[in-house]
């Protein structure tokens, strides 16, 4: 499947970068949060190409679910999040990402994020194992089995002095007090998706968000982030769960850790 939907990956990346370079009008969503033509131009780009690769499967993308289009779903459906980081695309930050997630049965199975800036592609194999690739935004032509790639394993955490990641453009006191339950003796911060995949290659040990996210916004992250050794929770231990219709597909408060939970009391 990330064979087959590289050459969409390429093209979205494409169209971000070409408005990335030239600056871009940004609006504002009814969330308060900023969107692009960027965000639109790609999604469309993806959808297209998820409809010829899995014809069926149901799509919830983002700039559609805020258009008010939210396809019914079963238990199998795509998360897209064409523009993950508007905030730092637009701030001209080269930490955006595209994303695509596939849920069955509540749990991210797969997972693709692509960062076109730096060119750096990360993606499940199975959901037992994920890699990172090298590919350039006008390399259309690339295939994955013309490009070398690197499988993402998770670190074994210093349970005495771990590194923490948190969101670039949401600062959040909630989240500093949080993180003084555990000895974090580093923090880093980043913007996007990424998190989830440097976590996935072992730059850090966990990445909290006690803020708002949607299921676009980590199910591919979470697929990535599993296969590499590592899980996503919500406060309470239970693992980051999909197909939140009724809330709108919004995210509970949620920890991504590179092993396993190093928090197992419910806060
Ligand atoms: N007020 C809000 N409501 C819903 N989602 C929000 C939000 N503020 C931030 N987010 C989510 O956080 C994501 C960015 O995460 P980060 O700040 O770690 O880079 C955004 O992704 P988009 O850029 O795709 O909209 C957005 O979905
Ligand atoms: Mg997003």
Redesign the pocket.
Known sequence: MVEALLPAVLAAGRIEMSHFKSGVEVETKA???PVTVADQEAEKVLIEALRQVAPGIPVIA?EEVAAGRVPETGSTFFLV?P??????FISGSPEFTVNIGLVVDHRPVFGIIYAPASSELFATLTPHEAFEAHIKPDDSNATLASCSLTRLATREPDRAALVAFA????AAQNTDEFLQQLPITEKKRA??SL?FCLIARGEADLYARL????EW?TAAGQAILNAAGGCVTTLDGEPLSYGKSAEGYANPHFIAWGREPLLSVPQ
């Open positions: 969330d308060r949060t983002e999040d523009l993950d980081g508007t905030r730092a969101s670039r453009s949401h913007s996007s998190k803020g708002r996210t949607s916004d």
